[in-house]
């Protein structure tokens, strides 16, 4: 017995003496990257690492319109404040209310509000100079806008009569582009002669009729309000010359990101309402009373609004567009849907006009990524 346990001790001592070399040759090929055998090299988030972006991001999914958009914040934690809040009021404590909501203006957002207005102002020119160089062509049945010197042939048209051309775009070219800047260029066309009614009998008494003009001449040169409106910006501008073009497309990137920074800072002070089925947003405490929701279930609602906390992407709505590596070159495929990556049409105008992109927005366009031929996309992982 005695012969047996001594014979089980050698066994169990020649292998913990292998482990143990084995352990330290392991430690010896990895020596600099490992400390030990089994701990991992310490590894960042692509987007974390110091000057470094993500390959490739995601768009925000599109919401469907027979849905009532989620809210931003969640419904529990809503509840919750209310719950509080109901609480004071029955021990009779006031809540103390800071501006604005009790009435007086915010000091330190007074200047960003003056900045916001400048870039706007600077914005809305920006754009109507470039879209004299930049060709932008829209799809006549949908709000679909691609930036390029043609139009691409991608099947992703959702207008009412895309199924008889299979979901291919009705290209037109036009000077609008639509980006949370609407540069429209179709007159308006307002009742201005009353109608009457007799019991459930409508008289109409004049219908659609020009835009009426105004009572006093307006001089473009010195209305403030009319540098802030989009209508007509085409017309008010003229064409750049060469040499300023990038100079102009760098001021308008730059004056995109000032505004959409500063709406994002009066939003968190200042209550924006938006509805949860359509695109109406009001800049109040509460949503007004008007009846005139016409989407997804709104007879439920007698035509009134689905007030919510409005988020920044629905005051200053981007319109997302395909980016194209070559504007000159072959129009893009819908084989090759996947590869292509996507940018506001802002970004997209001022990127091909020889503006240097934020870094936020690289990584959804997808600048890394080589697209294949479509010989070779079978053959890609």
Not at 128 to 156: M, T, W
Not at 261 to 275: D, N, S, W
Not at 317 to 328: I, L, M, R, T
Request: charged fraction near 25%.
């Amino acid at each position: 017995m005695e012969s047996i346990s001594e014979e089980c001790m050698f066994r169990n001592r020649g292998i913990s003496e292998v482990s143990i070399i084995i352990s330290e040759s392991v430690s010896f090929l990895f020596e600099g990257t490992f400390p030990y055998a089994c701990q991992r090299p310490k590894q960042y988030p692509a987007s974390k690492k110091p000057g470094e972006y993500p390959q490739n991001m995601d768009l925000p999914p599109v919401l469907p319109k027979k849905k009532k958009k989620p809210y931003p914040i969640p419904f529990k934690e809503i509840q919750k404040a209310a719950r509080k809040d109901k609480k004071l009021a029955e021990r009779g404590v006031e809540k103390p209310l800071q501006p604005p909501k009790n009435g007086l203006l915010v000091p330190e957002l007074i200047p960003v509000a003056y900045e916001v207005l400048d870039a706007w102002k600077l914005l809305i020119e920006g754009l109507a100079q470039l879209l004299h160089v930049i060709p932008v062509y829209g799809c006549s049945d949908c709000s679909e806008v691609h930036v390029a010197h043609s139009g691409h042939n991608i099947q992703d048209c959702k207008g009412p009569r895309s199924s008889k051309r299979r979901g291919l775009h009705s290209w037109v070219k036009e000077l609008c582009i639509q980006a949370g800047v609407d540069i429209p260029e179709y007159p308006s066309r307002r009742r201005t002669n009353p109608i009457r009614m007799i019991g459930k009998k409508i008289i109409d008494r004049g219908g659609y009729v020009e835009e009426p003009k105004p009572w006093r001449a307006v001089d473009p040169s010195s209305s403030s309000i009319i540098d802030l409106d989009t209508c007509g910006a085409c017309e008010r501008f003229p064409p750049p010359s060469p040499e300023d073009v990038p100079i102009i497309a760098q001021e308008t990137m730059n004056a995109h990101e000032t505004v959409q920074t500063g709406v994002t800072k009066l939003m968190k002070k200042y209550t924006v309402k938006a509805c949860g089925y359509c695109s109406e947003v009001h800049v109040g405490p509460w949503g007004h009373n008007a009846k005139l929701c016409g989407e997804f279930k709104h007879q439920w609602r007698d035509g009134k609004h689905g007030w919510q906390d409005a988020t920044v992407s629905e005051v200053f709505p981007p319109n997302y567009v395909w980016h194209v590596q070559d504007p000159k070159g072959p129009p893009m495929r819908s084989a090759l849907k996947r590869y292509y990556g996507k940018a506001p049409a802002v970004v997209e105008l001022c990127m091909q006009a020889g503006a240097q992109v934020p870094r936020r927005y690289k990584p959804m366009m997808r600048l890394d990524i080589i697209v294949p031929e479509s010989e070779e996309a079978s053959l890609v992982a």
